[in-house]
C-alpha cells in the first residue's frame, strides 16, 4: 500500500512540475514559530523539484549550468519506483531553491539522511562533504550516514540559490536485487538551526532511552525466565517466554542502532537480520500458549513452524513473496485469539489474564491499521490526541509480555505454594514416621530374645527338612536316572545303526535327563526304516511316552510285518489311542509327531509324516515334503486317520533330513530371538556336502553357540542320511 501511495503522489509531482513555468523551490517560512511547537519538527523536507542526471561531471555543480533537460527525481531514490537504469551508482541533483529576504545571511541548519556518499555544493561551492566518494574505485567508497544531525547552511545574497547534491551510492542496485533495501537515496531538510539542534537531541535521546528501556526490560524477562525454567524444567512456558522476550526485546536494540549509527553498510545488515526476528519471537509465543493451555501440542503448530520457517529461508536466499509477511501476522493474530477463546471456554486456568493482554494488542494493531491506511493517525499531535495515543501504544506494546508475566509470576507463585504445603506435609508424615519407628525400635528390642528363640528352633526344622528333601529329591533323581538308562536301553543301539545306515549321523540331546523325543530304525522283508518321534512333553512324561511309541513301532513292524510307512502311521495312531484310552470323555491329549522313512534296495524312498517334515538336498538344492496335518493320538472327531505316502527315486550323493521341532524352536542368539526353520536350512545347505559325523558336530556346535547361557526349551533330535 505504501509503494502504491507513494508511486501515486510522486506522478502527482511529476506533473506538476511540468505545469510550472518556473522550476524553483521558495522558502517562505519555517515551522516551529510558535511556543507550543517545542516538540515539533522546526524544519522542512525539500524533497521535490530535484533536478537529476546519472554520472559524474563537476561542472554540473556551476551556479550557470543549464539543467533545463534534466528530467525531475526525488532524491530518496527508490529502485523499487524509478524506471531501471535510473540510477547507476552515482549522480548528481540540482534543486533552484529561492529563500526569503528573512534567511539572507541567517544561519539555517540543513539535515540529511542517506544510504551513500555525498558532496553538497551551494553555488558551486562545497560545503558539507559525508563520507568518501570513489569513481575510480567504488568498491572503497565510504558511505556515511549523518542520520539528520544539523550542519550549517547559509545564503550570502538574495535571488535564486543552487544546491547541487553529488551522490554515489556503488551497493545500491546489487542490495536491491538482493532484496536487502531499495531506497538507496537521500532525505533533505532545512530548518531552524538553534531549533534543530534542540529538536534532534531531544528527539534522539528520548527515543534512545524508550528504545534502550524497552530492550532491557525485555532482556531482563528474558534471563528472568530462563532461570525460572533451568531451575524447574517442568514449566517448559518459561523457556518459550524467554525466547519470545528476548528476541522481541532484540528488536528495539536493532531500532536504536538503526537510529544511532552513522554507517550504512552495518545499518543494512542490521535491517537484514531485522527481517528474521518475528520468525523466532512469534513461534516462541504461540509455543508458550500451546505449552500452558494443551496438554501437548497439536499438530497444528508444526504448521506453523513450517510457514515461518519458510519466510526465514526466504530472507537468507533474498527472496520476497509479496504480502507473506502480513499473512504470517494475520495467521499468528487468529490462532492467538482461537487458543485464547478456547481456553476461556474450556475454563483453563490463566486464560482471562493472558488473554487480556492478547486481545488488547489485536484490537488496538487493527484500529491502527484502519486509521493508518485512513491516514488518521498523528503521533507528533501537541495535544490530549496525541499524548493518549503515545499511551495506547506503550499500553499495546507492553500487554502481551505484561500479562504473560502475570500469568507466570502467578503460576510460580502457586507452584511455590504447592510445594510449600507439600514440603510441611512431609515434614509433618517425617516426624509420624519417626514416632512409629521408634515404637518398632521397642518392639523389636522386647521381641529380640523371643525372636531368636523362634529363630533357632525353626533353623533346625529347616535343616532337618532340607535332609528330608535331599534324601527324596536324591531318589527321584536315581529314578530318573534309572529311567534314562531304560531309556537308552530300548533305543536302537549303534551297532544295528552302522549296519543299516552307515551314511548316518543322529544328533539327540534331551532336555531332562530324560527325553520325550527318540528315533527309531529297523529293518524288514530287505528295507530299512527310521523314524524321528517327538511326544507330548519332555522328561518323565514325554519318556514314558516315548517308550510307549517305540514299543508299539516295534510291534507294528517286527512282529506284524508292515513295511509301508502310511500304513504304520495309521496303526500307530490306533494302537496309541488304545493304550491312552483316548475314547472316553476323560481322555488325554497326549500324543506325538513323527516323520518315518522306509529305503529299499534300490535307492527308492517312502515317506508319510504326522506334523514333522522330510528335507531333501540335491547339488544345493533343498526340497522340503510337507506332513499330514494331525498328530499321532491326542483327541479327534474321526474314527481313524490316515496319512499319505510320499514316493522318490534318489540318486547317489542325495541327503534326507528328518527332525524334531526343538532345534529350530530355541531362543538365543544377540536378541533372544528363536533359531527359525529357515536358519536351519541356510545352515543345512551350506554343509551338506560335508562328511555325516562332521555335520554332526556343527549342528551341535552351532545350537550350542546360539544358546549360550540360556536354558534349553525342548528336546532336540535331528537325523541325516546320505544316500
Known sequence: MRKITFVFFYLAFIISLSAQDTPVFHLDSLPGSKPSDSFTDPSIPIQTSWRYHKGDDLKWKETSFNDSTWPYLNPSLDLKVIPTGTFEGIGWFRLHLLPGNKFINKPLALCISQNGASEIYLNGKLIHKFGEINVKDPGKEERSDPQGVPVSLLFEHEGVQVIAVRYANAEAVNNHRKNIHSVCGFHMRIGDMDKSIFFTYINSNIATAIFIFYFTFFLALSFLHLMFYLFYRTKRSNLYYSIF????????????????????????????????????????????????????????FWLWIILFAADMILNILHKEIPYYGWLLNGIFAVESLRIIIYAIIKKREGAWIIGTGIIATIVFFSIFFVLSMSGNVNFTANDWAGFFLGLLVLYATLSIPVSMTIYLASDFAKTSRNLSRQLKEVETLSAKNIEQEKEKQKILETQKELLEIQVTERTHEIVEQKKVIEEKNKDITDSINYAKRIQEAILPDKELKQRIFPEAFILFKPKDIVSGDFYWFAEKDGKRLIAACDCTGHGVPGALMSMIGNNILNQIVNESGVTSPEIILAKLNIEIRKALKQDGHEATKDGMDIALLCFNNTNELEYAGAHRPLWIIKDGMLTEIKADKHSIG????????????????????????????????????????????????????????????????????TIEKWKGSREQIDDILVIGIKI
Open 245 to 300: 522476550a528476548g528476541a522481541f526485546g532484540t528488536v528495539f536494540l536493532f531500532i536504536t542502532i538503526q537510529k544511532n549509527f552513522m554507517i550504512p553498510d552495518f545499518v543494512l545488515t542490521i535491517n537484514f537480520l531485522f527481517g528474521f526476528l518475528p520468525d523466532f519471537y512469534i513461534p516462541a509465543l504461540l509455543a508458550m500458549l500451546y505449552s500452558i493451555f494443551y496438554p501437548r501440542f497439536p499438530k497444528v
Open 634 to 701: 491326542g483327541l479327534q472327531e474321526e474314527k481313524e486317520k490316515s496319512f499319505k505316502k510320499h514316493l522318490f527315486t534318489l540318486s547317489p550323493g542325495t541327503l534326507v533330513y528328518i527332525f524334531t521341532d526343538g532345534y529350530a524352536d530355541q531362543f538365543g542368539g544377540d536378541s533372544g530371538k528363536k533359531f527359525m526353520s529357515r536358519q536351519f536350512k541356510e545352515l543345512l545347505i551350506t554343509n551338506h556336502y560335508l562328511p555325516v559325523n562332521v555335520q554332526e558336530r556343527l549342528l551341535d556346535k
